[in-house]
């Protein structure tokens, strides 16, 4: 059943978010001097989002930014207002504090904060809250940095333990500046995997150009694909406080957060007190609000999984998918589907216990669940997974093209 927020729920967070574009408004009328550590901006913008496996929603944004920066600390928030073309709208925000040592032969820490959460016209929430510790070399042109990062994050169903390790390098040259990043990822115990990053920056005059890429390797569950992300912003300064900003690209499924990988365009404009500091801003679009929590696979308490020790899709002939679930014990195994038209089919058994079946699928997101006996419907092993619309959960396969 979908539920929704009260009325005075919707007006606090409207109050908060008008609160904080006043601030930020008052700011930019009333420029600090130029010593001040302080820059704040407000970003109005229309995009184009699609989620994985869902069509494409377009969307207006309002975005404030705030920045303060010291010698040994710094803070930074954003948040945003989304209202789409056809209804409904989703708040979020975030923000980071990060405390310096001071340096020493090169050698620098930090202890830092971060937060962040969304909240839905629906009602489904989403957030996380990581403490970090790092340590820095740095050079005249380059640096190198470690760490990692405890914390909790709410998937809008339960609080997880989020663990993560940190390694990466950056070189600067001139006006670029090039990152390199990698980060183990340990999610409430079920979940193992790494994202590797690259991301460049140029800032030149008027322009601000920047360009990122990443890829995700799991170690658990095994057997899960990996996934690919890239994308880049460009920002024209044709006025001291005013730019022409434009991004576009895609980003992986959160799952501290229970959100879907997707893509995205963007098009608008910045008022600015000054420049913002960060090379690249967290960008709003991966935050946008969905009809689907992603959810691990197989790790849910109380919620039911197919009781099989293997699962795997390998191309036929044509468009044909063979579908192969290992369950020696079982009697009967079936299959359901957006390609089944959602009527359940029937596997057959081999002498090794191995169930199998053809069947012919068009490239692309397709929704699937599982059925050993008598059991209830469940999503495979190793197989990413989505909320329904009933309240339980589905599986979402992809099909490469030929």
């Known amino acids: 059943m979908t539920r929704y927020p009260s009325r005075r729920s919707h007006s606090s967070c409207s109050s908060l978010l008008c609160l904080a574009v006043g601030l930020i408004l008052r700011a930019i009328v009333a420029p600090l001097p130029a010593s001040a550590q302080l820059a704040a901006a407000i970003e109005g913008s229309g995009a184009r989002v699609r989620y994985e496996g869902g069509d494409g929603i377009s969307v207006f944004v309002l975005r404030p930014m705030l920045e303060w920066y010291a010698p040994s600390l710094s803070v930074a928030a954003d948040g945003g207002l989304a209202q789409f073309a056809g209804g409904g709208w989703t708040l979020q925000g975030s ?23 969304s909240t839905h016209q629906d009602g489904t929430t989403a957030g996380e809250v990581l403490g970090h510790s ?8 380059g640096g190198a940095w470690l760490g990692g990062a405890l914390g909790q994050a709410w998937n809008g169903i339960e609080w997880q333990a989020d663990r993560r390790a940190e390694a990466g390098v950056w070189i600067r040259q001139a006006d670029v500046t090039i990152t390199a990043a990698a980060t183990p990822t340990w999610l409430a115990g079920d979940l193992k995997f790494v994202d590797a990053g690259l991301t460049a920056s140029m800032v030149r005059d008027r322009l601000e150009l920047s360009a990122f ?23 024209f300064w044709f006025l001291p406080n005013l730019a022409l900003v434009a991004a576009g690209g895609s980003y992986p499924t959160d799952y501290a957060q229970g959100l879907p990988a997707g893509s995205y365009i963007s098009l608008g404009l910045r008022v600015a007190s000054r420049r913002l500091r960060r090379d690249t801003p967290t960008p709003l679009e991966p935050r946008l609000p969905v009809t689907a929590r992603v959810r691990p696979t197989g790790v849910e308490a109380g919620l039911a999984s197919p009781t099989v ?11 044909q998918q063979v579908f192969e679930v290992r369950a020696p014990t079982a009697r009967r195994v079936e299959l359901i589907g957006d390609f089944t038209q959602w009527q359940a089919v029937s596997l057959t058994r081999s002498q090794d216990g191995t169930w199998s079946v053809t069947l012919t699928l068009d490239p692309g997101l397709h929704r699937l669940n599982l059925r050993v006996d008598d059991a209830p419907w469940g999503v495979p092993p190793g197989v990413p997974a989505v909320a329904d619309d009933f309240g339980g959960l589905v599986g979402v396969l992809e099909i490469a093209r030929p």
């Open 134 to 141: 790092r340590v820095y070399w740095n050079g005249s042109q």
């Open 309 to 319: 020790s293997g699962f795997r899709v390998q191309p036929g002939a044509g468009r």
């Open 95 to 117: 923000t980071a504090a990060s405390g310096f040592t001071p340096l020493f032969s090169h050698l620098r820490g930090e202890l830092a904060l971060e937060g962040a959460g």
């Open 213 to 235: 890429g990443g890829i995700r390797n799991w170690s658990q569950p095994a057997g899960v694909a990996g996934s690919t992300w890239g994308g880049g912003s460009a920002a």
